[in-house]
């Protein structure tokens, strides 16, 4: 019975840092990359960037930030304000169902922070 063992190949610092660079850049895509340097592994190339940090860089270049304009900046945080205050309003409006609940039931629905938890 035979069997065939594969040998690992191993990448210099740099070369791996020059396929990422190629594949970042766009001049080859991660197949064509991988096929060109006869790399086994379909996911080595994108192991590489993650690990030498490409992807950041590239992700940043490719969505620059943009200025937003201060009046939508402004809308925006109206928007927010008011929706806290909704939220706010309603945090107090359950605080006083549970009182009300607590008192006309009377049962403790809030727990209470000394309490221990059973074991199961």
Not at 20 to 29: F, K, P
Request: hydrophobic share 35%; aromatic share 4%; with cysteine.
């Amino acid at each position: 019975m035979s069997q065939t063992y594969s040998i690992r190949q191993r990448f210099s610092l740099a070369l791996k840092h020059e396929i990422c660079d190629l594949v970042s850049s766009g001049e080859m895509s991660m197949t064509e990359a991988r096929r060109h340097f006869h790399i086994k592994g379909h996911s080595t190339i994108l192991d590489w960037m993650r690990k030498f940090g490409y992807l950041e860089t590239h992700q940043a270049m490719s969505h620059p930030s943009k200025k937003e304009d201060p009046e939508a900046l402004a809308a925006r945080i109206r928007a927010l304000e008011a929706q806290l205050k909704e939220e706010k309003l309603k945090t107090q409006l359950l605080d006083a169902m549970i009182d009300i609940a607590e008192d006309q039931l009377k049962i403790n629905i809030r727990k209470k922070s000394d309490t221990k938890q059973s074991n199961k």
